[in-house]
């Protein structure tokens, strides 16, 4: 059985390469941090929507069984480089601490995502400007620690909000499409503030929430009824200072009507964007990217994880933005189709 590549180390490389393993074949995972578990793992996520589980302990899980399964090999701090060959019979340059070349049946890309960067000239808001304006990872990363305070006064916020589709379907930057999971992951955060801050007021400004599967009863509705967290249906225009606050102003849509409040921090719902390494193995292994920059399924929406190049197979939010379930699906669906064409031809390993 032919040798399969993952390149990518997050949940959706994990799954691609726990499912090829399970399935016989020899599998080795490239990941080009020092560790593995993705973006979860590096941004410091203080859990997973919607179940509220840890997201180190739930990720990590998942990293424990590659290091200890052992028909996997891993190899962090590389990168591939360069890919020859065809399917069955590829031969990809890593480089790293130990730079090779890897032959090998099939590969999958699972390189995930960026988040979308809310200082860029087109936003009004402030990100690199006011220090209490922060984005969804930053939030995170303050409730992983137990510590959601003001970064400009160390002091816990009594008014928090957070704003909507930040990079995510605006013409005007080119990102037309809904990010999918910002939605979910606010109304997760803004119940694990009113947790960890009983007294702190939270909102979140809204065009309109978009709560797909089960994220309507698991997050959407506790987060009104049980935490009170306060859904603002309308659009934020800026975001300015007032004394030491934060001036919130916009359009109350559904009143018709503007809208000026005052807030103590300001969290921006941003969206996903193709990640550098997304966009370099798309150009290294030569395979199709749709307009955004994401790599593009051949055949959707019935073939998912297929590219426009035979035995390369993608998944997770290197496809587009994807939440973890989605991440772990195509993982699994793209490892076990890794298995079947690496088979077609019998692979020289070294």
């Known amino acids: 059985m032919g040798r399969v590549v993952v390149i990518g180390g997050g949940p959706a490389g994990l799954a691609a390469a726990t499912s090829a393993a399970e399935l016989g074949a020899d599998v080795v995972l490239v990941e080009q ?170 909102f979140i400004f809204y065009i309109d929430m978009r709560m797909y599967g089960y994220w309507e009863s698991q997050i959407y509705w506790p987060a009104q009824e049980k935490h009170h967290v306060q859904y603002v249906k309308g659009i934020v225009s800026e975001v300015l200072p007032k004394g030491d606050q934060l001036l919130v102003r916009g359009e109350d849509t559904t009143l018709g009507r503007p809208m000026e409040l005052t807030m103590d921090m300001v969290v921006l719902s941003v969206g996903m964007e193709p990640s550098p390494g997304t966009r370099e193995m798309a150009r290294v292994l030569g395979i199709a990217q749709n307009k955004y920059g994401f790599i593009e399924a051949a055949d959707p929406p019935l073939d998912t994880v297929s590219t426009s190049r035979p035995g390369i197979f993608a998944a997770g939010a290197a496809l587009g933005p994807a939440d973890l379930e989605d991440s772990v699906s195509t993982g699994a669906a793209a490892g076990s189709r890794a298995v079947v064409a690496a088979a077609s031809q019998p692979v020289v390993t070294g």
């Open 33 to 202: 941090e020092s560790f593995l578990g993705g973006t979860p793992i590096r941004e410091h996520y203080a859990s997973i929507t919607p179940k509220m589980e840890s997201a180190e302990e739930a990720i990590g899980r998942r990293v424990a069984a590659v290091e200890a399964h052992p028909r996997i090999e891993v190899l962090t701090g590389s990168r591939v480089t360069a890919l020859r060959g065809e399917v069955g019979s590829f031969q990809l340059q890593v480089e790293g601490p130990k730079s090779q070349e890897l032959r090998c049946g099939a590969v999958v890309v699972a390189t995930g995502f960026q988040h979308f960067d809310p200082g860029r000239e087109t936003q009004m808001y402030g990100y690199y400007e006011f220090p209490d304006v922060l984005a969804l990872q930053d939030l995170e990363a303050m409730l992983k620690a137990g510590q959601v305070v003001r970064p400009s006064n160390g002091q816990p916020p009594r008014r928090l909000c957070f704003i909507q589709c930040v990079g995510s379907r605006d013409r005007r930057i080119g990102n037309e499409y809904c990010s999918k999971v910002c939605c979910g992951v606010a109304s997760k955060e803004a119940i694990e503030v009113r947790e960890q801050l009983p007294d702190c007021e939270v």
